[in-house]
């Protein structure tokens, strides 16, 4: 349990606690005599991000290697970030591979996305896949903090029946694995991502207790209000400056979870994949879900995220960016002029939402750094070129410095070099002095 606060010297795990809200503090310089001269450096926080139906490769794969490479046309909303940027090409998934199970390319890159495994293919109850790269992670150091680790996702999706090709729908529609036999269930609909980091734990399953919060139009803030001003009164200016910034950020994400719309009417689903979810009306709940992040981050509420802005083959359709027809439908492009325009405004604005995500870490502060020199990011797919359907040389970023990751270069790596080998390197950065990882042959980098 975090422990309460205390006015000489405040526990990094300090809170504000009122009726029904458990509001997780971001670092104030008032918790550094608690930590002493010799604390240990800032923990990493890190994200995967998982995007469906692979990507435009001509438009991904920078030119030049090294610290010397150009920014290519997907990836320019990162080029103010250029320094933070580590661009790997050559990385392949072999458990994503057929390995002589047929059809089935969508499921298969989801579910060895982060765990490097060869999904069995398998419609029933015994799904097996492989313990994912954020879960070794949240076994080390997810302990430090309220939630060991956060499951969150565009696109709902059920956990049992056949969702492509003999596959199980726990194949397609996760990407966390706890163990080999056991998803994680991610959450998809933001309001209850929000009463899970900043309600009380024990109230964040009974509805009846929340639609009576709503009824009584009280705020997670109102809740806290008289704690928040005790302790405004007990810090300096800078720390009460800081205070204000962070709880007006919680204030805006409730005034925005308010406001947001429904997402817009499903659209079709293509033969041999089936979703629950094929919607779009997606670009507010991403926003949303990026601000949630970034305020668990801060808080240091959880170190450990994952985030799917898709379910494997995801049909969703794209109406911000003029796009009426689905993803996956448009990713079996066949050369097509036109279908290639529309994927290339898709994957366009992935990254510009990335990039307006990690703007945000960049601009946020904790202990004397930004979030951004302290987080480590990987955006990527399991599938690179979405008409093929090919699992090797993919389309995979790392964004952030923490814990001196090898940012500022394109990194060409060996033809099917595992990508289990970033995923390695991703945890001994992040201080998981892991040996092995999948099927890893030794850390990326």
Not at 90 to 98: I, K, Q, R, S, T
Not at 100 to 114: N, S
Not at 349 to 361: N, P, T, V
């Amino acid at each position: 349990m975090p422990t309460p606060l205390h006015r000489s010297a405040l526990s990094r795990r300090a809170f504000l606690r009122g009726s029904g809200a458990l509001l997780s503090l971001p670092w104030l310089s008032a918790m550094a005599p608690a930590l002493g001269p010799s604390a240990p450096p800032a923990p990493v926080r890190a994200l995967f991000i998982f995007a469906p139906n692979g990507k435009k490769m001509d438009d991904w794969k920078p030119k030049g290697s090294g610290g010397a490479f150009e920014i290519p046309f997907l990836l320019e909303p990162l080029k103010p970030w250029k320094k933070d940027l580590f661009v790997a090409t050559g990385l392949g998934l072999d458990g994503a591979d057929a390995q002589g199970d047929g059809p089935g390319d969508h499921a298969r890159a989801a579910a060895a996305f982060l765990t490097s495994a060869h999904p069995k293919k398998t419609g029933g109850a015994d799904i097996r896949a492989g313990i994912s790269v954020d879960q070794v992670l949240a076994n080390h150091i997810g302990g430090a903090t309220r939630f060991p680790s956060l499951e969150l996702g565009l696109e709902a999706g059920r956990a049992s029946g056949i969702c492509d090709s003999g596959y199980s729908c726990a194949y397609s529609n996760n990407i966390s694995w706890k163990s080999d036999t056991l998803p994680m269930a991610k959450e998809v609909k933001p309001k209850k991502v929000f009463a899970r980091l900043f309600g009380d734990p024990g109230d964040v399953q009974s509805a009846a207790k929340l639609e009576d919060q709503r009824r009584r139009r009280k705020s997670i803030l109102d809740l806290a209000l008289e704690d928040a001003k005790r302790l405004r009164g007990s810090v300096g200016a800078p720390d009460a400056r800081k205070l204000d910034e962070y709880l007006a950020g919680v204030r805006d994400l409730e005034k925005r979870l308010a406001a947001a719309e429904p997402s817009s009417p499903s659209v079709a689903v293509p033969a041999g994949l089936k979703s629950t979810t094929a919607a779009g009306g997606n670009e507010s709940t991403l926003s949303l879900l990026y601000e949630m992040i970034a305020l668990a981050f801060e808080s240091d509420t959880t170190r450990v995220a994952t985030l799917m802005l898709g379910n494997g083959g995801s049909n969703r359709s794209y109406p911000q960016v003029g796009v009426s027809e689905g993803h996956h439908d448009l990713s079996h492009h066949g050369k097509d002029q036109e279908k290639l325009r529309q994927v290339r405004l898709i994957n366009r604005w992935h990254i510009e939402q990335l990039a307006a995500f990690y703007e945000r870490l960049t601009k946020t502060s904790v202990e004397g750094k930004s979030l951004s020199e302290q987080s480590l990011v990987l955006y990527g797919s399991g599938i690179s070129d979405g008409d093929r359907h090919d699992h090797h040389d993919l389309p995979i970023i790392v964004l952030g410095r923490g814990g001196g990751f090898p940012t500022g270069r394109h990194h060409s790596a060996s033809p099917r070099t595992p990508l289990a080998n970033l995923h390695l390197a991703i945890l001994r950065h992040a201080g998981a002095r892991e040996s092995k990882f999948g099927d890893s042959t030794g850390p990326l980098v």
